[in-house]
């Protein structure tokens, strides 16, 4: 599924396309989600995810659709279940990408992959949610650790 918007690549993708990607993009941030994560408590979820637009009274926004309208930068996705090797030779730490609670007992297993967003540099990955917040502010950060022109759309009051 590919989406362009404002000349942007919206992408869902799988990890053997990284080298192509890297190739083709100076920077790119890189969702890597659970599955079903809409019906988690996370605030984020899949920009292909429609689910929410076709309620009327209880339209909730995607804040990452949001973010992305108003920066310049390709985005991609895939799951965190089928990318763990890719990540784990990152150097992203096995314990954050799979955790299993303690405290909840009948967790479904599509919920113990935790989700990251990476922002690279063709192949070199420059910071991570995991390093400050899995959140829109999280969000920014990496796309200003990657290049803070990429945030030249938004504007500031």
């Known amino acids: 599924m590919v989406q362009i918007l404002d000349n942007m690549?919206?992408?869902?993708?799988?990890?053997?396309?990284?080298?192509?990607?890297?190739?083709?993009?100076e920077y790119?941030?890189?969702?890597?989600?659970?599955?079903e994560q809409n019906e988690s408590s996370y605030a984020l979820w899949s920009i292909f995810d429609d689910r929410y637009e076709n309620l009327i009274n209880d339209f909730v926004?995607?804040?990452l659709n949001i973010l992305l309208s108003e920066i310049n930068v390709p985005y991609f996705e895939s799951y965190t279940k089928d990318s763990m090797d890719f990540?784990?030779?990152?150097?992203?730490?096995a314990k954050i990408l799979f955790n299993r609670s303690k405290y909840v007992v009948k967790m479904p297993k599509?919920?113990?992959?935790q989700p990251i967003i990476i922002g690279f540099k063709k192949t070199a990955q420059m910071w991570n949610t995991h390093k400050s917040c899995y959140c829109i502010e999280g969000i920014t950060e990496?796309?200003?650790?990657?290049?803070?022109q990429l945030l030249s759309n938004?504007?500031?009051?």
């Not at 790119?28 to 599955?35: I, K």
């Not at 599509?110 to 992959?113: E, Q």
């Not at 990496?142 to 803070?148: D, E, W």
């Open 9 to 25: 690549v919206r992408e869902k993708v799988k990890v053997e396309n990284f080298k192509k990607i890297a190739n083709e993009n």
């Open 28 to 35: 790119f941030l890189w969702h890597f989600l659970m599955e």
């Open 87 to 93: 990540l784990i030779n990152l150097g992203i730490d």
């Open 142 to 148: 990496v796309v200003l650790k990657m290049n803070p």
């Open 61 to 63: 926004p995607n804040p």
């Open 110 to 113: 599509r919920m113990h992959y």
């Open 154 to 157: 938004i504007e500031l009051d």
